[in-house]
C-alpha cells in the first residue's frame, strides 16, 4: 500500500461544479503539500499546510491531522484548472529525519 | 525573480554516455532538490542539498547516479553511464530553507535511446 493515496485517480467536471481531491496518509507528517502540474508539465507549489484550512483564490485546501487526510477543494471551476493535482507529505522516518512523499496524482479536466 | 533554471529542456541520448542536468535556484534559497517523475513511479525525490550539502541522498537510484551543488547558485545531476531506464522527466526546485514551500524548474525531459 503506498502511504500518500489519492482520489479519484481521473476527475471530469463541467464548468463552474465544485470540485474535491482528496488525500490519505499512513505515516506521520511534519506537512503537507498540494502541487498543481500543468499539462505543460510545469509544477506549482500551491499549499503547504500542517493544520486546519488555507485558502487562495477559488482554491481551499484541508487538513485533519487525526484522520491522517487532507482535501483540496475547488470552487467555481474553470477549463483553466484542468491539471494534475498532487498530494506530497513531509514524512517523518524512523530514524527522525524526513523525507517527501508523492501521491500518484488526480487529473482533473474541466468542460466548458 | 527568474525562478528556477534548469538546462537543458530536452536531452535525447543514447545508452552508454554521460548525461549532465544542470539548475540554478531562486537566488537565496537555501535548499534545493532533484526529483524524478516517471509514467510508473510518479514524482520521486532524488537528492536534496541544504547550504549546499547533500542531506538526503537515499532517494539516488544507484551508483550511476551522482549530484553536485559547487556554490549556492548552481547544482548538477549525473548519470553515468546513461540507460534507457532513465528516462523521465527530472526537476529542481528550491525553497528558502528545506520546510518551506518549493519553487520548482521547468523540468528536463531526458530520452535515453
Known amino acids: 500500500k503506498n502511504e500518500v493515496e489519492q482520489s479519484p485517480q481521473n476527475l471530469t467536471a463541467q464548468e463552474g461544479e465544485f470540485i474535491t481531491i482528496n488525500c490519505s496518509y499512513s505515516?506521520?507528517?511534519?506537512?503537507l503539500h498540494w502541487l498543481q502540474q500543468h499539462p505543460g508539465g510545469g509544477i506549482v507549489s500551491l499549499f503547504m499546510l500542517s493544520s486546519g484550512k488555507k485558502k487562495h483564490g477559488r482554491l481551499i485546501a484541508t487538513i485533519n491531522i487525526q484522520e491522517k487526510h487532507s482535501s483540496l477543494h475547488i470552487t467555481a471551476s474553470h477549463p483553466r484548472d484542468s491539471a494534475v493535482y498532487i498530494c506530497?507529505?513531509?514524512?517523518?522516518?524512523?530514524?527522525?529525519?524526513?523525507?517527501?512523499?508523492f501521491g500518484k496524482g488526480t487529473k482533473l479536466t474541466v468542460n466548458p | 525573480d527568474a525562478g528556477v533554471i534548469q538546462s537543458p529542456r530536452h536531452e535525447v541520448t543514447e545508452m552508454g554516455q554521460e548525461v549532465t542536468l544542470r539548475c540554478k535556484p531562486i537566488s537565496g534559497h537555501n535548499s534545493l532538490f532533484w526529483y524524478r517523475q516517471t509514467m510508473m513511479r510518479g514524482l520521486e525525490l532524488l537528492i536534496y542539498f541544504n547550504n549546499n550539502v547533500p542531506i538526503d541522498d537515499s532517494g539516488m537510484p544507484e551508483d550511476r547516479f551522482s549530484a553536485k551543488m559547487p556554490n549556492a547558485s548552481f547544482s548538477t545531476l549525473k548519470i553515468q553511464p546513461s540507460e534507457p531506464r532513465d528516462s523521465a522527466v527530472y526537476f529542481c526546485a528550491s525553497s528558502l530553507f528545506s520546510n518551506q514551500p518549493q519553487h520548482f524548474g521547468d523540468g528536463t525531459r531526458l530520452s535515453i535511446l
Open positions: 505515516v506521520g507528517i511534519s506537512a
Open positions: 506530497a507529505v513531509r514524512a517523518i522516518t524512523q530514524g527522525g529525519s524526513e523525507k517527501l512523499v
